[in-house]
């Protein structure tokens, strides 16, 4: 009976401490760093990506994820911070080059369509939330609750060598 009474007050203490320990957690690796994250669903058995992997994903070269799951690849449109880094930095190409390579893989009938590319970073968390294959680029400090932030190469955003860190130089 004592117990009945404190029920409410403790599923309230223990619901604060998991949204704390969620935010330090992306906030230690990544605040202040200015860190893109590489964003996935949270179905997405991966934990870890390798960079060659992620740049295949990129240029479409890679379809599928293990287990045989279309990678569903969102973008940020050009000129944002999240798409021209990503672009420089892990394929050393500039806005018209990746389109070209995009264009040309529709032609070729190697590619349906160019990935979508969305106004936000909340409309690419959005897409990838509801996506079993999604996967974005986003400000490591914005990535939402109910996303997972897959490392590269065994590091995650704002940890030295990460690939997308603010000064990383590929």
Do not use: C
């Not at 964003?39 to 390798?50: F, G, I, K, R």
């Not at 409309?123 to 996967?135: D, N, P, Q």
């Not at 955003?157 to 997308?164: E, S, T, V």
């Amino acid at each position: 009976m004592n117990m009945a009474r404190h029920f409410p007050m403790l599923l309230l203490l223990t619901l604060g401490f998991t949204a704390l320990a969620g935010s330090a957690r992306a906030q230690s690796s990544a605040e202040g760093h200015g860190a893109i994250a590489v964003v996935v669903n949270t179905m997405n058995p991966l934990s870890d990506l390798a960079l060659p992997e992620l740049r295949k994903m990129l240029t479409g070269e890679r379809r599928f994820w293990k287990g045989n799951v279309q990678v569903r690849l969102v973008l940020r449109a050009p000129g944002s911070p999240e798409h021209d880094r990503v672009i420089a930095l892990l394929l050393h190409m500039d806005n018209a080059s990746f389109s070209e390579l995009w264009r040309a893989k529709v032609f070729r009938g190697e590619a349906a369509d160019e990935p979508p590319k969305v106004a936000s970073g909340n409309l690419a968390a959005e897409y990838v939330g509801r996506t079993s294959g999604g996967i974005t680029f986003m400000a490591a400090r914005s990535v939402p609750p109910g996303l997972k932030i897959l490392s590269v190469d065994g590091k995650l955003p704002g940890q030295p060598g990460y690939a997308l860190n603010k000064d990383s130089r590929q």
